[in-house]
């Protein structure tokens, strides 16, 4: 699971993610980022009911999409708050597809270092 400090918990974040940040979407997220002016880069992660109607798999996919960025934590640029929004096409694919979507959407909109991957 992604340390506590690394994610967004507060309305007030989300609410300056979605008023200030710049959006690109993918196949599977959106994905919304704002500077923070924080020596670390913090996530929060966005799913509806209607993307996956069961508790089950909206869980699942956000821990699938939690330790993707676990992962790749040192490689994500720091001082940004990232919202990661699911789309309903994400719902019951595989680790893989998510994880090659998260990086193509990363790379999109500048936070992933270079020479990574």
Avoid: W
Wanted: glycine share 6%.
């Amino acid at each position: 699971m992604l340390p506590s400090i690394f994610r967004l918990k507060k309305k007030n974040d989300f609410d300056r993610v979605f008023d200030l940040g710049k959006a690109k979407g993918g196949e599977f997220f959106t994905l919304k980022a704002v500077p923070n002016n924080l020596p670390i880069s913090r996530f929060g992660f966005i799913i509806s009911v209607k993307t996956a109607p069961k508790a089950v798999s909206r869980n699942r996919l956000r821990r699938q999409t939690n330790e993707i960025i676990r992962l790749n934590l040192a490689k994500i640029k720091t001082g940004f708050d990232i919202a990661i929004i699911f789309k309903r096409t994400a719902s019951g694919k595989k680790y893989l597809l998510l994880e090659e979507d998260l990086y193509s959407l990363l790379v999109k909109n500048g936070l992933f270092l270079r020479n990574s991957k």
